[in-house]
């Protein structure tokens, strides 16, 4: 009943499993980084701001938020109080970097993936109607032809 509620739900249901699929991989890809940086914060970070890394587990919470740039810049506020100035730049670079990576590149990639996905279903349909027009065109080019070397 719920699918003659919305208008090309049967549609939109079938893109939405294709986008699941074809943006799988990269959200896979997506989930390892952060479980890497997750680890790697969690060893280096654990002492300094163990409210953010001090288990694996709020690692990778506060990773996440760092890649949904959420608390981008608290965190790295909070681990560079009372640090030297070269740490303070190497904690600044460092999060930026995973912002970057994970937050910019990351979630624009799989979000971009995910839309193609959804969309390029409706052309399926345009493309095949083309490839007929195209077929028809080049039969009405070849009839031409041999109507002008007749004559």
Known sequence: RLAHVFPNFGATMKGLGKA????????????????????FNCAFFKDVASNYFGTP???????FRLCTVEGWYEIPDELSAGLS?????????????ILIAGGIIGLSLVNSIFVDAMVSDN??????????LNE???????EIRKQKNEE
Do not use: H, M, Q
């Open 136 to 142: 028809k065109i080049d039969l009405l080019t070849e």
């Open 123 to 132: 052309n399926d349909a345009l493309e095949a109607e083309v490839k007929k």
């Open 20 to 39: 699941l699929r074809d943006s799988l991989p990269i959200f896979c890809a997506f989930l390892v980084l952060i479980l890497v940086v997750s680890l």
């Open 85 to 97: 100035p070269g740490r303070v730049a190497f904690v600044r670079i460092y999060f930026v970097l």
């Open 57 to 63: 587990w709020d690692s990778i919470y506060s990773t």
